[in-house]
């Protein structure tokens, strides 16, 4: 008997897919409302920190280097009031076999699946999780399907995306390639339905863990380093389980004081799923355009209930330009001599803002780089943005309407990344967690579960509850 | 280079699927979205001789078997550093001016 395959029918088949697909029973952390236990879905089905030092150690993953990036942080003095101008350094995360810090999340998860004894494993991602898991499905001899969503209408692909779906097929990954839309999920079913791999997911407990070996070695790297932990972490935000991860891991070393900041690039104003802006724009992760909706809604991923949980661990969130994101990859690759891909250094701008904001013996890491290349590269990305009838010039970064035009800072002073109110994106999520569970008077457990989930007091809670039901 | 329109069994592809027609997508895709198919490009071997636009059936990379139209034989990637843009070379020359002084 063939199964229905309507998108009705293989969406309303989707828990027991994902069931079979991630090996995890969800239903047990759940309370049945709001709250579910995270900590013990963390612990249960995760892997612990040497557990994953070893999996990622035998495949190459981690223990990449750090660098001060001495260039910048002179320029950062140049730029900010008398004394301020923090050190800044980078984690050169794009020395992982993959070229990205993304190659933790998929050791993990490959390495879980073969345990597991799945064939093959599948992810939906157009980014560089897809050549992470590619990469470690080769070193595993699993089998490998890579969904993208590449191409607008007109059969007219991402440059950066075109390059990713290479990657993956360097690595002997089968690559599915999409048009735009969300019913990518559809696709991404079927295929676990059909081949009965492992669903590779982002957000399980193995994949968010794995990033906590890096927040891990950061601290220790940096204690070695300048003999303290640092100040402030920036971390790139799309997904949330890059901070998550890190921020977890930093905790683990005990780096208690240590700030983890958000950072993304804006794209307001465009629509994630719409056909005639997806080559609008010039980012294709890390950008608010998840960030926010995954910051503020988790569980809106590919699993029950994700682990990545940014909210939990943000003590600051901030936004930049595309323009200011190019500017600081091409000063990265023409003062420090560093080329790596744009979407990595997201983050890298957020820091340069910040360096101004603290005094000199202050120390900010960067925990992030990417592998660049023909279509992930500055030139291309923005060669490609003016095909596409964007803009490019210099002026006032605050200028810039993302779709519209892309503005270069024309002098690193007017690089100025913007402050989110974290209260109003705290009070998001409780709003969505009312939404979708569908109730007005959550449980004390719930209460208190979503103050963890915010990281906020329980009266915060309960003072959003009150405006949102007024 | 005129390109082959045939191809023989084991040749590596390109095949395309309509995932969905237009009156098919999700009812929470955006109206532009929502006048065009979903549409998909899967690549693998050739399990048989078949000219271009033909329907055929490939082996993908994991063995999979997928039919679909042939709509490109021996698929290259078409990605490159992209056309040059002026602007970009400004921002050196300026940092440079700026850490190190002089008129470089």
Known sequence: ?470 | MVLSLKANKGDWVNVYNVVFTPDERAPQVPEDTKKVPLEMWVRGFLTHDANLNDEVEVKTLTGRLVTGKMVEIAPAYPHTFGKHVPEIMEIGKQLRSILFGGDC
């Open chain 1, 1 to 470: 008997m063939s199964r229905d395959m309507s998108y009705e029918a293989v969406m309303g088949r989707r828990n027991e897919i994902m069931k079979k697909a991630v090996g995890i029973d969800y239903s047990t952390f759940e309370s049945g409302s709001i709250a579910f236990d995270y900590e013990r879905m963390m612990k249960e089905t995760g892997y612990t920190l040497e557990e994953m030092q070893k999996i990622q150690g035998d495949t190459g993953v981690g223990n990449t280097p750090i660098f001060e990036l001495k260039n910048l942080t002179t320029l950062a003095r140049k730029v900010a009031p008398e004394g301020k101008g923090a050190r800044i350094f980078i984690k050169d995360e794009a020395g992982n076999p993959s070229g990205s810090f993304k190659a933790r999340r998929a050791a993990n998860a490959v390495y879980h699946a073969k345990k597991l004894g799945y064939k093959g494993v599948i992810a939906a991602t157009s980014g560089n999780y897809g050549a992470a898991v590619a990469s470690q499905a080769a070193i595993h001899g699993l089998k490998c399907i890579i969904v993208q969503e590449c191409y607008d209408s007109k059969g007219v692909g991402q440059p950066e995306i075109v390059e990713k779906a290479r990657k993956c097929e360097a690595f002997g990954a089968e690559v599915v390639q999409l048009t735009v839309g969300p019913e990518l999920f559809y696709t991404f079913l079927q295929l676990l339905e059909e081949t009965e791999y492992f669903n590779a997911s982002l957000y399980t407990p193995f994949g968010i863990a794995g990033v906590e070996t890096l927040g891990y070695e950061l601290a220790i790297q940096m204690r070695e380093r300048v003999g303290k932990d640092p100040d402030v972490v920036v971390c790139t935000n799309a997904g949330g389980g890059n901070l998550t991860g890190t921020a977890r891991g930093l905790q683990k070393a005990g780096a208690e004081n240590t700030e983890v900041v958000g950072a993304s690039v804006s794209l307001t104003g465009l629509h994630m799923a719409s056909d005639g802006q997806f080559n609008k724009k010039s980012f294709t992760t890390g950008h608010t355009g998840f960030g926010i909706p995954f910051a503020t809604w988790p569980d809106r991923s590919d699993v029950p209930r994700s682990a990545a949980r940014p909210l939990r661990y943000m003590d600051r969130y901030l936004t930049v330009t595309q323009g200011e994101v190019f500017y600081m990859t091409e000063a990265l690759a023409q003062i420090e001599g560093l080329e790596r891909g744009p979407a990595g250094n997201t983050s890298l701008a957020v820091a340069f803002t910040i360096a101004q904001q603290l005094d000199e013996d202050k120390i900010i890491v960067v925990q992030e780089t990417e592998y660049t290349g023909a279509g992930k590269h500055i030139q291309p990305q923005l060669s490609f943005a003016r095909d596409n009838g964007i803009e490019i010039k210099f002026g006032n970064p605050r200028d810039e309407v993302p779709g519209e035009n892309i503005i270069f800072p024309e002098h690193p002073s007017m690089i100025e990344a913007q402050e989110l109110d974290l209260n109003k994106v705290r009070k998001s999520l409780v709003k969505n967690a009312l939404k979708n569970f569908n109730t007005t008077a959550p449980s004390a457990d719930d209460i208190a579960f979503l103050a963890e989930d915010i990281k906020a007091e329980e009266a915060f809670v309960k003072e959003a509850i009150k405006d949102l039901t007024k």
